[in-house]
């Protein structure tokens, strides 16, 4: 057997989590022993310190890490988060994530993903620019738009990466808007992308309905996380007319059986006012958000809410992760014994990198494209890669997780056999 040694990614727990679904995957696809061991590692990982000069004229020092799961398959390709529990084993369990991701999609992308341990809402516009800047300066040598790709994610946005765009082409000395996707549409971004996850999730989710023959007007949906990711499910669901029943964010949960009204919802929250204080619902203890009786469930903000203690409670009939890793390998088994219809995190968010492809060939070829393009395009792509997972599900009698997760895994083990080992 090939050894697969121990490291410093494995004290983490998202990243034990991403090699135990790894694991069964291998079993299930018989995925050679040595290709096994070198999906099983990082290819590359970079942690920096990056000081940062306070407006108050103190420097404050925060770790940074970027990690490149793959470079197998094309550039890595992921974001970038800003977020006090960012570590090591969780970007390298983002990373990995990304990988299967991207093959799933069919993008000539490999999995890569990036991190600063801090708190942005403690940061002002100017301290986050600089910390933005010195992260680029610090990972310069491993980043580039045949190398590596960085989009927004948790607490990072649109100008974060025009910000390590113009780093970026000031070093090179040329603008290089294809170092980064998620940018502002005047430097080269591409208009749908903000949405593109949000979007990607309900293509999904309607899918779904349709195939269990669910009526979109008859259902109700609870969204946790009302970010980038969860407030545009929101706004697309309710459009399709799904009832939003319940949402929560990190300020707290509110709920309105009736349902609540998002448009007028996402104009409250635009304003700075907490979610928890929205007229048009009442508020509910935050751990009772996931356990609401809905059709549909997304949890669209953080790793690992969905465990083997509450696993149980959940009163959903489809399970829709706008989130990276959710679901606990414990609680995966405990839904799947319960009949819970689930779209996994790998296919079920995976229009953001969609969307993320077309802006970087946009960026490339110089050749922009209109938003109808963009929307057409996400939802061919994941309407194939959705009927592709429920086909492998349906013959070989696998969950849609392991269906999606072995269509990943197998695709980078082709390439990774193909390329062969160097020297």
Partial sequence: MPHVASSIYDSSPIFRMARKQLDAVAGVVDLHPDVLARM????RALLVSVPVRRDDGHIDT?????????LTSGPSKGGLRYHPA??????AALSMWMSWKCAIMNLPFSGGKGGIAVDPSTLSMGERERLTRRYTEEVLSIIGPRQDVMAPDMG?????????MDTYSMKVGYACPEIVTGKPVEIGGITGRREATGRGVVFCIMQALAEMEIDPAQSTAVVQGFGNVGSVTCLELHARGLKIVAVGDRAGAIANPSGIDIPALNQFVATGRPLTEFPGASE????????????VLVPAALERVIHAQNAGLLRCRILAEGANGPTTPEADAILTDSGIYIIPDVLCNAGGVTVSYFEWVQDLQQFMWTED????NLSKLMLDAFGRVRA????????NRTAALSLGVQKVAREMTRRGLFP
């Fill in 156 to 164: 990072t946005d649109e100008q974060t990466m025009a910000w390590i």
């Fill in 373 to 376: 393009q963009v929307n057409q």
């Fill in 86 to 91: 960012v570590d090591l084993g969780e970007v």
């Fill in 40 to 43: 099983a590692m990082p290819k």
């Fill in 62 to 70: 925060f770790a940074g890490y970027r990690v490149q799961h793959s």
């Fill in 392 to 399: 492998l599900a349906r013959s070989r009698s696998l969950s």
């Fill in 284 to 295: 509910i203890a935050a751990d009772d958000l996931l356990t609401t009786p809905c059709t």
